[in-house]
């Protein structure tokens, strides 16, 4: 059993970090803080070599690195897993039959049609990586679309699908909401709790984000077991604002205090913005 599936095995929920930025600094600085890290080669800006070394990068800080790829196409999952991460992310997974296909794409046989020959696990692991890679790999899809809920146990029947990820933005969109409205019980929790129970019922792993402390609680509470719980792109965003409204507070403060005119007393710990939830 590979050690992220160990964890995972303990009933403790693994807290991972989104990466979206082609920068291993960043896993390697802040990587230690999380339980796994979500690469995002769908939407965030990497290539090939920015996603070997970022995965490089989770093995050098002891975390899973988890790839999101673009599509279904079986060329990119198999280059993926190539890589040697502890798993993979295919987004927008509607029926069971492209469950099949991405299975197809992601397990070597009998369980599916996975090219053998990668560099890389071969370097670390020898020629006998692919004799427990289907289970020692995580092959999450996610559930983002009206008809992806409704086929969500179906999804998680499909032998070889590891764990069904709710993708909170698209199915909120698809459901007709602005990208700026809270990401809530009240938003998601319907979408949540079918996702949940697919994968209960079918022993399968439930991936969601949650972002602040009321999201996490209500992950948790429902049973996810692998919770995206901070960004760097979040950390980037909220920490240059405060820090620079703390600065320029300062800078305020000490030309008034130069003119001579009447300080205001102001903090310089500046609240943050109202969170919706994402971590983008």
């Given at each position: 059993m590979s050690p992220f599936r160990a964890a995972l095995a303990t009933g403790t929920p693994q807290l991972g970090l989104s990466v979206m930025y082609p920068a291993p600094g960043i896993i390697e600085r802040i990587g230690p803080d999380w339980d796994w890290i979500w690469i995002d080669a769908q939407h965030g800006e990497l290539g090939y070599h920015d996603v070997l070394g970022l995965v490089r990068a989770c093995d050098l800080v002891k975390r899973a690195a988890m790839v999101r790829v673009p599509g279904h196409e079986a060329g990119p999952i198999g280059l993926a897993l190539d890589m040697a991460p502890a798993g993979v992310i295919v987004p927008c997974v509607d029926t069971p039959e492209q469950a099949r296909a991405v299975v197809d794409a992601?397990?070597?046989?009998?369980?599916?049609?996975?090219?053998?020959?990668?560099?890389?696990?071969?370097?670390?692991?020898?020629?006998?990586?692919?004799?427990?890679?289907?289970?020692?790999?995580?092959?999450?899809?996610?559930?983002?679309?009206?008809?992806?809920?409704?086929?969500?146990?179906?999804?998680?029947?499909?032998?070889?699908?590891?764990?069904?990820?709710?993708?909170?933005?698209?199915?909120?969109?698809?459901?007709?909401?602005?990208?700026?409205?809270?990401?809530?019980?009240?938003?998601?929790?319907?979408?949540?709790?079918?996702?949940?129970?697919?994968?209960?019922?079918?022993?399968?792993?439930?991936?969601?984000?949650?972002?602040?402390?009321?999201?996490?609680?209500?992950?948790?509470?429902?049973?996810?077991?692998?919770?995206?719980?901070?960004?760097?792109?979040?950390?980037?965003?909220?920490?240059?604002?405060?820090?620079s409204e703390d600065a320029r507070a300062v800078v305020k403060q000490q030309a008034e205090k130069a003119a001579g005119s009447p300080q205001q007393s102001r903090p310089v710990a500046t609240e943050a913005a109202p969170s919706i939830g994402s971590p983008y």
């Open positions: 992601a397990k070597f046989p009998p369980l599916g049609k996975r090219s053998y020959g990668g560099r890389r696990p071969i370097d670390l692991l020898g020629r006998k990586y692919s004799d427990t890679a289907n289970e020692d790999l995580l092959l999450i899809v996610q559930i983002e679309s009206p008809q992806a809920i409704e086929n969500a146990e179906a999804i998680a029947a499909v032998p070889g699908i590891d764990a069904l990820f709710l993708g909170p933005d698209d199915i909120m969109l698809r459901r007709g909401y602005s990208m700026t409205a809270p990401r809530s019980k009240e938003t998601l929790g319907k979408d949540m709790q079918a996702v949940i129970s697919a994968c209960r019922k079918h022993g399968k792993v439930g991936v969601m984000v949650g972002v602040g402390e009321e999201m996490l609680r209500l992950c948790v509470s429902m049973g996810f077991q692998m919770i995206v719980s901070g960004s760097d792109v979040m950390f980037l965003a909220t920490g240059s604002k405060r820090a």
